[in-house]
């Protein structure tokens, strides 16, 4: 027996002969409480820059989920938490759930691509999520990536950052389409403007 497997059996064996009973004892909803647990595991992942041990765990968890459409979004969440590039289990795992949740998947994704953009300019993860949730430190980014005050790991031309900042904008404009992050651009780069909508 390897590895792998025995330590799939230990969390399987955990979760039916102690966690189970307890969230059956509570009238806790079984399969949202474990999703629960994931959500706290990948709210640690955020902050390594190597998760793949928490990564494995939550995947092993989600096999103990029932319901179809709740291990879906628990698998979504561990990637939207892990780190780029993700380990072969995951990608197998997102694999496996891309026809049913394709909606989903395309936030996530989109949501990793701006996520990838922040990381390319070495900013932390946790100010990656930052600027996807907070539209003012999205302008704020930017400013920077405009005005060149953020240095990225490879060399970009100006005309390099304008079409990095229009995509990260036209990734935004998918996230969040309610919200426009900047009406014109920080330099007044047409370009930059996101699609026409309600302010």
């Known amino acids: 027996m390897n590895l792998s497997t025995v330590i799939s ?7 039916d002969r102690i966690a189970r009973p307890f969230i059956e004892e509570h009238s806790l909803p079984v399969d949202e409480t474990l999703l629960g647990h994931i959500e ?11 998760s793949e041990h928490l990564d494995v765990h939550c995947l092993l968890v989600t096999d103990a989920i029932n319901s179809v459409a709740v291990r879906a979004r628990a698998i979504l969440k561990i990637a939207d938490s892990a780190p780029i590039p993700w380990c072969s289990k995951l990608s197998i795992a997102v694999q496996g759930v891309m026809g049913e949740t394709q909606f989903e998947l395309n936030l996530t994704h989109n949501r990793m691509k701006l996520g990838a953009i922040c990381q390319n300019f070495g900013l932390d993860r946790r100010y990656v ?15 920077f990536l405009l005005t060149g005050s ?16 229009a995509e990260a904008v036209s990734i ?14 920080p330099l007044g780069d047409d370009r930059l403007r996101p699609s026409q909508g309600n302010s």
């Not at 998918?174 to 919200?179: D, I, Q």
């Open 40 to 50: 706290k595991v990948t709210s640690i992942a955020r902050c390594q820059t190597s």
């Open 150 to 165: 953020l240095t990225s790991t490879r060399e970009i031309t100006d005309e390099g950052r304008y079409e990095i900042a």
């Open 9 to 15: 059996y230990q969390v399987r064996d955990r979760i």
């Open 129 to 143: 999520d930052s600027v996807i949730d907070i539209y003012a430190d999205f302008c704020g980014f930017l400013r």
């Open 172 to 185: 935004y404009d998918r996230l969040r389409p309610g919200v426009r992050p900047c009406q014109e651009s």
